[in-house]
């Protein structure tokens, strides 16, 4: 493994987050909602002591309400089922009818950061992040929300295209440790970094934020020869931007798949403002067709990936709770590679050629993006 730059120099007092080595027991990859949610079901009915649910969404649809059954069928088993939403992004479409059904079959339910006068700034801060721990032993985590737009058993193929992870053993365990902390309200907690194998790093406080963001960095900054990255919403900070064209102005092959259609247009208008920057220094843009695209990863030289929650925009990386999961395991990187290829092939490249052709609303809708990419 070649040597890396310590993020501990980035980030004066900040414990550096060790480089991923790989595991014996490889993550598995979902890149269809029916499979994950197939396969979510099933774990939920083996559960034997505790089950832990934390999403962004949980909307009280086919979808979510079909998971909810099972949830609720295990907790009257006698095993312990806890459910956090957001507030916000679960606000409109976890109805307080489903809440209630829950509770009531013995569910523990929260909502985090609900709107307080008190503590009006607390919205800006939400929890994106996608968890399900079932006994400690088994998890997953990444882009999917529990939701019908995500299923092509009820959309069909307008479904959004997504990046789930299941990982068991040491890592689901750490899993099962961060929710519990985070229930408790323990956003000091911090995963052990002892061990060594792949990498879950969390996004619950002022130093894993910093640390997500200077192991995000570190990663692009290793790029020799090639860098995939995907992403919906793409509006980095300075400093990831730049670690971006660096890394193509070095020689790297960096490729950079976004959604051509957006669920928040203000997002992808920011993103386009980019554009001329990031061609001119030799990366290569990519739009997604056929749907919207949901997934978050990236994969490093073919050795290194990631996958999770976290996008790459400033809100993932300084300001929202994320968690993502670095792994040099690699069937992983080989099937992170595989899909994002799949994917290029229902992709239009943007280039240097076509992209001053843009209409005139292109041009004033990236103004508009420009202006308020901070908020972003």
Request: with cysteine.
């Amino acid at each position: 493994m070649r040597a890396v730059t310590s993020c501990c120099a980035d980030h004066p007092g900040t414990e550096c987050i060790p480089w991923p080595t790989g595991e014996i027991q490889e993550p598995a990859l979902y890149f269809e909602g029916d499979d994950l949610y197939d396969s979510m079901r099933a774990v939920i009915r083996q559960a034997r002591r505790s089950i832990d649910v934390e999403t962004y969404i949980l909307a009280a649809d086919e979808v979510g309400r079909s998971l909810a059954a099972e949830l609720a069928d295990r907790s009257r088993a006698g095993v312990q089922v806890r459910v956090s939403v957001d507030a916000i992004g679960s606000g409109g479409v976890f109805s307080r009818e489903l809440e209630s059904c829950l509770e009531g079959d013995g569910i523990e339910v929260r909502r985090f950061a609900r709107w307080s006068w008190r503590h009006p700034s607390q919205v800006y801060r939400r929890d994106h992040r996608k968890l399900l721990v079932i006994d400690d032993r088994i998890a997953y985590l990444g882009g999917f929300n529990i939701h019908r737009e995500s299923s092509r058993r009820v959309v069909g193929r307008s479904r959004w295209r997504d990046t789930h992870v299941r990982v068991e053993g040491r890592l689901a365990a750490e899993a099962g440790a961060l929710f519990d902390a985070f229930w408790s309200g323990d956003l000091d907690w911090s995963p052990d970094r002892g061990a060594r194998g792949d990498v879950l790093v969390p996004n619950h406080s002022r130093t894993c934020r910093r640390r997500l963001h200077c192991l995000y960095n570190r990663v692009l900054r290793s790029a020799r020869l090639r860098l995939d990255l995907t992403t919906p919403y793409f509006v980095p900070d300075r400093r990831t931007r730049d670690e971006l064209l660096r890394a193509a102005r070095r020689g790297v092959d960096v490729r950079l798949l976004l959604p051509a259609k957006s669920d928040v247009p203000l997002a992808r208008w920011a993103a386009r403002a980019a554009y001329r920057r990031l061609l001119d220094a030799g990366v290569r843009i990519y739009e997604y067709q056929p749907r919207m695209l949901h997934a978050k990863t990236a994969v490093v030289d073919r050795i290194v990936a990631t996958a999770g929650t976290a996008n790459l925009d400033s809100r993932s990386l300084l300001v929202n709770h994320e968690l993502n999961l670095f792994s040099a395991t690699r069937v992983f990187c080989e099937n992170l590679i595989e899909q994002f290829e799949k994917d290029l092939e229902s992709s239009t490249e943007v280039t240097s050629s076509t992209w001053p052709g843009r209409p005139r609303a292109s041009l004033l809708s990236e103004t508009v993006g420009r202006i308020f990419r901070r908020w972003l």
